[in-house]
């Protein structure tokens, strides 16, 4: 897709009036790490004017309820995320991860320093070590709770050659995700903390291959730490990696094309 | 454990509205109670064009207002204001719903629309959101009668530019070309007035 033929579906794209594949294809032009000539530019200025039909209507005031069903919501829930799902997923992933590798380092020191001191009092590095291996532990006793695609994702954004790639929300949509990605692994795992459970729906994800049909691809799933989860299906990667993944809200169980497209983003590098 | 405070309020509505997103984000339960102040009438507003159900529109406000809080640390001013921000999820749920809600009245046909306790809107808004919304709908007006009906099948409905030309009867060009110079003067009739707020 050129700029110009962005700028010409921009209208479109900020009112949500594109199909799936369209705004998918106009959100990874937009992604595309090449000198546009103001289509950022011109999105914004379409979410603007988009953003002023609501004012069309006068204002009505909602029932008395709904505040108090807002507050009760809230305050059963923790303190907003911090900025950045990349952030957010990947900095706890690497302290897990870090976890992990502390415990085996500080176990197998321990282990050695036992050995070397049969019977004799511990060193201070065998306390240090000792105390580690225990907060490590009480990390990956937490870990244990996290589920085993959190386990995956976490073991594939350790291996070499793995990206964290943005998918971005599309048509003004409000979400946001990050696909993990290696190519040689041909594994790509979806995270968000951005997608609340809508009841009586699913978030599907797509795999798209330039201009054919996107591909299903399986389903982000809630995880107990409030993020949603999943993998693409593997069988989808063993050919070659796609030019782009997706997440579409569908009714419950899926659907056999998106409807609703949420993020996308281009994968392959 | 501090409660995170309020921070000052600076002068004028697109500033005021950025810092209580801001302390929003940091925990203070206050500051979305501000927001939901300003901004519920337009969010119900739109739920209830797109829904026609109080109900089911209240369900979204409620909805929007949560998610605002859950997601008020991605807030991100370059994608546009505050209000715009808020109509934008008010709208994308009520679509969502509706189009859940009109999968399962397929199954149904013939059922109707939850019928609208008799209350009406109720007038809160102050002088210069009115002014706002005259504008707003003076621009509409001002738009060739199909460019707005494409506009507002596209906006109030969530219809594609595909199910609008489905619906129309229109070739898909045609209305493709319709959105696209729709906006445009849209855009030029809504332009902030010198001096005023965007």
Same mark, same amino acid.
Request: glycine share 6%; proline share 7%.
């Given at each position: 897709?050129?700029?110009?033929?962005?700028?010409? +579906?921009?209208?479109?794209?900020?009112?949500?009036?594109?199909?799936?594949?369209?705004?998918?294809?106009?959100?990874?032009?937009?992604?595309?790490?090449?000198?546009?000539?103001?289509?950022?530019?011109?999105?914004?200025?379409?979410?603007?004017?988009?953003? &002023?039909?609501?004012?069309?209507?006068?204002?009505?005031?909602?029932?008395?309820? !709904?505040?108090?069903?807002?507050?009760?919501?809230?305050?059963?829930?923790?303190?907003?995320?911090?900025?950045?799902?990349?952030?957010?997923?990947?900095?706890?992933?690497?302290?897990?991860?870090?976890?992990?590798?502390?415990?085996? *380092?500080?176990?197998?020191?321990?282990?050695?320093?036992?050995?070397?001191?049969?019977?004799?009092?511990?060193?201070?590095?065998?306390?240090?070590?000792?105390?580690?291996?225990?907060?490590?532990?009480?990390?990956?006793?937490?870990?244990?709770?996290?589920?085993?695609?959190?386990?995956?994702?976490?073991?594939?954004?350790?291996?070499?050659? *793995?990206?964290?790639?943005?998918?971005?929300?599309?048509?003004?949509?409000?979400?946001? @995700?990050?696909?993990?990605?290696?190519? @040689?692994?041909? &594994?790509?795992?979806? !995270?968000?903390?951005?997608?609340?459970?809508?009841?009586?729906?699913?978030? +599907?994800?797509?795999?798209?291959?330039?201009?054919?049909?996107?591909?299903?691809?399986?389903?982000?799933?809630?995880?107990?730490?409030?993020?949603?989860?999943?993998?693409?299906?593997?069988?989808?990667?063993?050919?070659?990696?796609?030019?782009?993944?997706?997440?579409?809200?569908?009714?419950?169980?899926?659907?056999?094309?998106?409807?609703?497209?949420?993020?996308?983003?281009?994968?392959?590098? | 454990?501090?409660?995170?405070?309020?921070?000052?309020?600076?002068?004028?509505?697109? #500033?005021?509205?950025?810092?209580?997103?801001?302390?929003? #984000?940091?925990?203070?339960?206050?500051?979305?109670?501000?927001?939901?102040?300003?901004?519920?009438?337009?969010?119900?507003?739109?739920?209830?064009?797109?829904?026609?159900?109080?109900? =089911? #529109?209240?369900?979204?406000?409620?909805?929007?207002?949560?998610?605002?809080?859950?997601?008020?640390?991605?807030?991100?001013?370059?994608?546009?204001?505050?209000?715009?921000?808020?109509? *934008?999820?008010?709208?994308?749920?009520?679509?969502?719903? &509706?189009?859940? &809600?009109?999968?399962?009245?397929?199954?149904?046909?013939?059922?109707?629309?939850?019928?609208?306790?008799?209350?009406?809107?109720?007038?809160?808004?102050?002088?210069?959101?009115? +002014?706002?919304? =005259?504008?707003?709908?003076?621009?509409?007006?001002?738009?060739?009668?199909?460019?707005?009906?494409?506009?507002?099948?596209?906006?109030?409905?969530?219809?594609?530019?595909?199910?609008?030309?489905?619906?129309?009867?229109?070739?898909?060009?045609?209305?493709?070309?319709?959105?696209?110079?729709?906006?445009?003067?849209?855009?030029?009739?809504? @332009?902030?007035?010198?001096?005023?707020?965007?």
């Amino acid at each position: 897709m050129t700029c110009a033929e962005f700028q010409e +579906q921009v209208a479109a794209l900020a009112l949500g009036a594109l199909d799936s594949e369209e705004a998918a294809a106009c959100q990874a032009h937009l992604a595309e790490p090449v000198a546009h000539t103001g289509c950022a530019e011109a999105l914004a200025r379409a979410n603007a004017t988009t953003g &002023r039909l609501a004012d069309a209507l006068p204002p009505v005031r909602p029932g008395d309820a !709904v505040w108090r069903g807002i507050e009760a919501r809230i305050g059963a829930e923790a303190a907003p995320p911090s900025r950045g799902a990349l952030r957010e997923t990947v900095a706890w992933a690497l302290a897990a991860a870090a976890a992990v590798a502390l415990y085996i *380092t500080a176990s197998a020191r321990v282990d050695a320093e036992k050995r070397a001191e049969q019977g004799v009092v511990m060193t201070d590095q065998a306390r240090e070590s000792e105390a580690a291996r225990q907060r490590c532990r009480i990390e990956l006793e937490s870990l244990r709770g996290a589920g085993e695609m959190e386990r995956e994702a976490i073991a594939l954004l350790a291996q070499p050659g *793995t990206r964290a790639v943005s998918l971005a929300p599309v048509a003004g949509a409000p979400h946001r @995700a990050t696909a993990i990605v290696n190519a @040689a692994a041909k &594994r790509a795992i979806v !995270v968000s903390s951005a997608m609340p459970a809508v009841e009586g729906k699913d978030y +599907q994800l797509w795999v798209i291959r330039g201009q054919k049909a996107p591909q299903p691809a399986g389903f982000l799933r809630p995880t107990a730490r409030g993020l949603s989860i999943g993998e693409i299906d593997r069988k989808l990667l063993e050919a070659a990696m796609p030019e782009q993944l997706a997440v579409s809200l569908e009714p419950a169980g899926g659907a056999p094309t998106p409807t609703t497209v949420l993020v996308a983003g281009p994968v392959k590098s | 454990m501090t409660v995170p405070r309020p921070s000052a309020a600076p002068a004028g509505p697109p #500033a005021r509205d950025r810092a209580l997103v801001a302390d929003a #984000a940091r925990g203070v339960a206050a500051a979305l109670r501000a927001l939901y102040d300003r901004h519920a009438g337009r969010a119900m507003a739109i739920a209830l064009r797109i829904l026609r159900s109080r109900t =089911e #529109a209240e369900d979204v406000v409620q909805d929007t207002f949560v998610e605002i809080w859950r997601r008020a640390a991605d807030y991100d001013e370059a994608r546009g204001g505050v209000p715009a921000w808020v109509a *934008t999820i008010a709208r994308t749920r009520a679509i969502d719903r &509706r189009r859940s &809600r009109d999968s399962a009245a397929r199954a149904t046909a013939g059922a109707k629309a939850e019928p609208e306790p008799d209350r009406g809107p109720e007038p809160i808004e102050l002088a210069e959101k009115r +002014q706002d919304r =005259e504008r707003v709908a003076e621009a509409l007006a001002a738009l060739p009668a199909e460019q707005r009906t494409a506009v507002e099948l596209a906006y109030f409905e969530g219809l594609t530019q595909r199910e609008i030309a489905a619906r129309t009867g229109d070739p898909l060009g045609t209305v493709k070309t319709r959105v696209r110079l729709a906006l445009v003067k849209l855009a030029n009739l809504l @332009a902030p007035v010198e001096g005023g707020s965007a």
